[in-house]
């Protein structure tokens, strides 16, 4: 059974920094993308960051783009997602996920796996 377990979340001072990691166990995901979607109050989750798992490549929604990094230690099967410049708008639960398909993904649909969330709070 695949499990995906997030960590790092808390509240920080807008213009601070976090980063998030993704613990994975049951499987390796070697070739398979992995991702990190949020959800604020009241929206619809969305896309914020992807990556592959043997390769690196990646991918970030416009908003996030130059400000987060997403990364992975294959050693350890675990990612991370970086999180500079944070502003009051990147308030939501972080969740993230994996992807039996190769290459990077971008929709919701396209993850089998994901997280229970780690909630993030930028305050201004």
């Known amino acids: 059974q695949v499990q995906l377990v997030e960590s790092g979340g808390g509240l920080v001072q807008a213009g601070g920094s976090l980063t998030l990691s993704c613990a994975a166990s049951?499987?390796?995901?070697?070739?398979?993308?992995m991702g990190w979607f949020r959800q604020a109050p009241g929206k619809e989750r969305e896309f914020v960051a992807t990556i592959t798992w043997s390769i690196g490549y990646t991918h970030y929604a416009d908003s996030v783009k130059g400000r987060f990094t997403i990364s992975r230690d294959n050693t350890k099967n675990t990612g991370y997602l970086q999180m500079n410049s944070l502003k009051p708008e990147d308030t939501a639960v972080y969740y993230c996920?994996?992807?039996?398909?190769?290459?990077?993904?971008?929709?919701?649909?396209?993850?089998?796996?994901w997280g229970q969330g780690t909630q993030v709070t930028v305050s201004s």
């Open positions: 996920a994996a992807s039996t398909r190769y290459g990077l993904r971008v929709d919701i649909g396209e993850y089998d796996h």
């Open positions: 049951g499987r390796t995901f070697n070739n398979y993308a």
